[in-house]
Nanobody, 125 residues
Framework: QVQLVESGGGLVQAGGSLRLSCAAS????????MGWFRQAPGKEREFVAA????????YYADSVKGRFTISRDNALNTGYLQMNSLKPEDTAVYYC??????????????????WGQGTQVTVSS
């Protein structure tokens, strides 16, 4: 199975930017769709963005559309989430997730089988 490790989280002021990375190992990265989810304290884990195995299709939550960009580099076995114009409400633990490309890419947690350990993003006002 694929293993996922997120990095790039940290503390940033409102209006700032961060780029999260998701390094995949153990299996061919291009065999998987990839998604980003986040979980704030006391809240459910929610969908942020997803990208198909080839990179040809992307999906975003309304709350991040126009500010966040998901991308991937299959040659480097790495996915990315570029986050611009960050807001305090973006504060959460961000998780990378993967799903085999044989299934239809979804925006739900149940659609992803493999998860990273998460990276903290904190946006100060």
């Amino acid at each position: 199975q694929v293993q996922l490790v997120e990095s790039g989280g940290g503390l940033v002021q409102a209006g700032g930017s961060l780029r999260l990375s998701c390094a995949a190992s153990g299996r061919t990265f291009s065999n998987y769709h990839m998604g980003w989810f986040r979980q704030a304290p006391g809240k459910e884990r929610e969908f942020v963005a997803a990208i198909s195995w080839s990179g040809s299709n992307t999906y975003y939550a309304d709350s991040v559309k126009g500010r966040f960009t998901i991308s991937r580099d299959n040659a480097l076995n790495t996915g990315y989430l570029q986050m611009n114009s960050l807001k305090p409400e973006d504060t959460a633990v961000y998780y990378c997730a993967a799903a085999l490309k044989l299934v239809v890419l979804t925006t739900t947690r149940r659609g992803f089988d493999y998860w990273g350990q998460g990276t903290q993003v904190t946006v100060s006002s």
